[in-house]
């Protein structure tokens, strides 16, 4: 499987490490290793993470990854063209009701 990182999920990665960036340059380098380490996991096991119950009533069936307590990586798989598209990556500490209005489908 391919790992496919929608336009929203590069906006939110780059937005994390250049937030985390201004206070340490080393801290945003490792949050974003251990995100894309987290990810690459998924392409032998995507169906890893639990189902997203935020987003249960749409047509995808969306999961979540949660790297470092704080952020999930939302993504679905498409078996059609054997990949793992990256929703978004999600900043858990926001209100979970923005969730969903995050995912377009």
């Known amino acids: 499987m391919v790992i496919w990182w929608s336009p929203k999920a590069k ?27 987290a990810v690459e996991h998924l392409t032998k096991y995507p169906q890893m993470a639990a189902k997203e119950p935020l987003l249960a009533g749409f047509a995808k ?7 470092r307590k704080y952020f999930k ?10 990949a793992i598209v990256i929703a978004t990556v999600w900043d858990s500490r ?12």
């Open 11 to 37: 906006r939110r990665l780059k937005g994390i490490y250049l937030y985390y960036k201004e206070r340490s340059e080393l801290a945003a380098e490792n949050i974003l290793t251990e995100i894309n380490s």
């Open 61 to 67: 069936i969306y999961r979540s990854l949660l790297v």
């Open 94 to 105: 926001q209100n979970p009701a923005k969730l969903k209005l995050e995912i377009e489908e």
């Open 73 to 82: 990586v939302v993504y679905f798989v498409d078996e059609v063209k054997d």
